[in-house]
């Protein structure tokens, strides 16, 4: 599964230690993955490597905007 964080609180989340930076990313992940309604921008993958793949293709300046598409997260 890949979910993603919006802007605002990937900058909260930055300005925490480790620890609690991984505990809300976590529960983030468990709200994402149990999300039925579409609140959250998250997808699901048979593989791993496809979940590396469209990571990797969001990250991307050049093709992020395009993978977001793909995935349904914006218009």
């Given at each position: 599964m890949?979910?993603?964080?919006?802007t605002r609180c990937d900058?909260?989340?930055?300005?925490?230690?480790?620890?609690?930076?991984q505990k809300r990313?976590?529960?983030a992940g468990a709200l994402?993955?149990?999300?039925?309604t579409g609140?959250?921008?998250s997808a699901r993958f048979p593989a791993?490597?496809?979940a590396h793949l469209a990571a990797h293709l969001l990250g991307n300046p050049t093709t992020g905007?395009?993978?977001?598409k793909?995935?349904?997260?914006?218009?």
């Open positions: 890949l979910f993603g964080v919006c900058q909260a989340n930055a300005r925490l230690p480790a620890g609690p930076r990313l976590n529960a994402a993955a149990s999300d039925t609140r959250y921008w791993v490597g496809a905007r395009d993978a977001a793909a995935l349904g997260w914006i218009e």
